[in-house]
């Protein structure tokens, strides 16, 4: 039988807990009415509202829109003047032109508007505090938790962000939970467990572009497992970040991390497969052109490898020759021709 004092030790670390998040919530409460927009605010909650409204994301595209959309969510329900049709322009200081506009539209609201925008934004650090405190405990114990959590809950850059209506705090608490679910499918390697990783990886990255330093910590998070001998599971962070090239040897390595029996023999296997199934499709011709080009790519300089592989869109252009033998340059030229590389 468990002793009186383990069981209620558990419950006062929760009840500790719980009143050290109530006390961030009330420091950014006293925020929320206290401080004027800030200049990055004034622009982002009219840009969010603007996407909501539009469908259009060409506003404000400094950072993935995200964050944003969150943050003006609340406002359809109080459902502000905005120029729908407003002629967008493509420099710097135009957002914060449009924000103007939507001031003096609603400048007797505008507090009201403000104050509903940021209060998604204190919904989201509070879950950055909770995720804190579990992963804290699950790691070292209910004592460990609750320093992180106190840490976390008087951090005055914390505080001072988690009331705004802006985008970093977003962008830590997907950071935060990306790893977290990143480090449990480590410790248990089940497909869902991999699944939610990459929904996490990809959420984050919807919050600001500085997230794709996470993949230099999946690198990291690489090395360490194989200097635990856990080679397949590094083979398989190795091989995510490398599948948006969609080259035969990212698949062969995923498939191989996921199967990891006769790994030699089913890596030669599944990269010989993926070399040659273009040829199905293709002239021989101009499937060993695809892939001089490909070995030419890899002698280029790092800027010119980043346009040619670095998004999605790479990935449509690449696979449409392959699938629908559509006529035309080699792919590397329409990834570089993208509208978001302009």
């Known amino acids: 039988m468990i002793p009186p004092g383990e069981v209620r030790r558990p419950a006062a670390a929760r009840a500790a807990g719980l009143l050290l998040v109530g006390a961030f919530v009330a420091l950014c409460a006293h925020g929320l009415r206290w401080d004027s927009p800030t200049v990055d605010e004034f622009a982002h909650l009219p ?16 950072n993935p829109p995200l964050p ?9 329900a ?37 104050l509903l ?22 790691l070292y114990g209910e004592g460990a938790g609750l320093v992180a959590l106190a840490g976390c809950a008087f951090c005055p850059s914390l505080i001072a962000h988690a009331h705004l209506a802006t985008t970093d ?3 830590a608490l997907g950071a935060a939970g990306a790893l977290y679910l990143a480090q449990r499918w480590i410790e248990r390697p089940r497909l869902p467990g991999l699944l939610a990783a990459g929904v996490a990886l990809g959420l984050a990255q919807l919050t600001k572009f500085s997230a794709v330093l996470l993949y ?16 397949w599971r590094a083979a398989l962070w190795l091989a995510l970040p490398v599948l948006v090239k969609v080259t035969p ?37 101009a499937v060993l052109g695809h892939y001089a080009e490909w070995a030419q790519h890899l002698t280029r300089s790092a800027d010119e490898r980043w346009l040619g ?5 790479t990935v449509w252009v690449v696979c449409r020759h392959f699938i629908f033998g559509e006529a035309g340059e080699l792919p590397l030229r329409g990834a570089i021709d993208a509208p978001w590389y302009r």
């Not at 990891?260 to 199934?277: D, E, I, K, Q, S």
């Not at 592989?309 to 869109?313: I, L, V």
Request: hydrophobic share 55%; glycine share 8%; with cysteine.
């Open 169 to 171: 705090v977003a962008c």
């Open 309 to 313: 592989f670095r998004d999605g869109w």
């Open 216 to 231: 230099p910590v999946l690198l990291l998070l690489a090395a360490a497992a194989l200097a635990r001998q856990q080679w």
């Open 117 to 138: 925008g940021r209060l998604p934004v204190v919904a989201l650090g509070g879950l950055l505090l909770l995720l804190v405190w579990h992963w804290a405990r699950r």
């Open 68 to 76: 944003r959309v969150w943050s003006a969510l609340p406002l359809l």
């Open 47 to 62: 840009a969010g509202y603007y996407y909501l409204r539009t469908g259009n994301f060409e506003l404000y595209d400094l």
């Open 249 to 285: 040897l990212a698949v062969a390595l995923l498939f191989c991390a996921l199967w990891p029996r006769r790994l030699t023999a089913r890596f030669v296997l599944l990269l010989g497969l993926g070399l040659l199934v273009p040829f199905l499709t293709k002239s021989p011709d």
């Open 78 to 114: 109080v459902a502000p003047s905005i120029d729908t049709g407003a002629r967008l322009r493509d420099d710097g200081w135009y957002p914060w032109v449009f924000a103007t506009d939507f001031m003096r539209r609603n400048g007797a609201r505008l507090e009201l508007i403000f």
